[in-house]
Nanobody, 127 residues
C-alpha cells in the first residue's frame, strides 16, 4: 500500500512558477510509474504529466509542454512537478498518482491505470 502526499501548491500570479512535490511511503518507490493530474472546478480530472519508474521517459499533455517539467528522485521517494509561466487556466487541484509496473520505461496517461492517489494540492493562478 502506497501513501502519497502532495505539497507545494499555493496562489501565484500569472507568469509565475511553483514546484509541487509528492512524497511516497509504504512501498518501493522505484517500482512505480508516477503521474500528475489536475481537476479544475466543475471539470473532470485530467492528465498533466507522467514519468517512468526510472525517470528516463516523460510525457506531457499538450497544454503544459514547454512550461511544466516532471522529475523524480527515487532515493528520496519523491516526484516533482515544476510549473513555469503559469496561466489562470492552470488553476486546479493537482493530484499525484502511482502505478505499480514491471516496465522500467513505461509511462501512463490514463487515470484508470493508477492504483494510488494523493489528496491533492490547490494551485491558484491569478491574472
Amino acid at each position: 500500500q502506497v501513501q502519497l502526499v502532495e505539497s507545494g501548491g499555493g496562489l501565484v500570479q500569472a507568469g509565475g512558477s511553483l514546484r509541487l512535490s509528492c512524497a511516497a511511503s509504504g512501498g518501493t518507490f522505484s517500482s512505480y510509474a508516477m503521474g500528475w493530474f489536475r481537476q479544475a472546478p466543475g471539470k473532470e480530472r485530467d492528465f498533466v504529466a507522467a514519468i517512468s519508474r526510472s525517470g528516463n521517459r516523460t510525457y506531457y499533455t499538450d497544454s503544459v509542454k514547454g512550461r511544466f517539467t516532471i522529475s523524480r528522485d527515487n532515493p528520496k521517494n519523491t516526484v516533482y512537478l515544476k510549473m513555469s509561466n503559469l496561466k489562470p487556466e492552470d488553476t486546479a487541484v493537482y493530484y499525484c498518482a502511482a502505478h505499480h509496473t514491471s516496465s522500467s520505461g513505461g509511462y501512463y496517461t490514463a487515470e484508470r491505470s493508477y492504483e494510488y492517489w494523493g489528496q491533492g494540492t490547490q494551485v491558484t493562478v491569478s491574472s
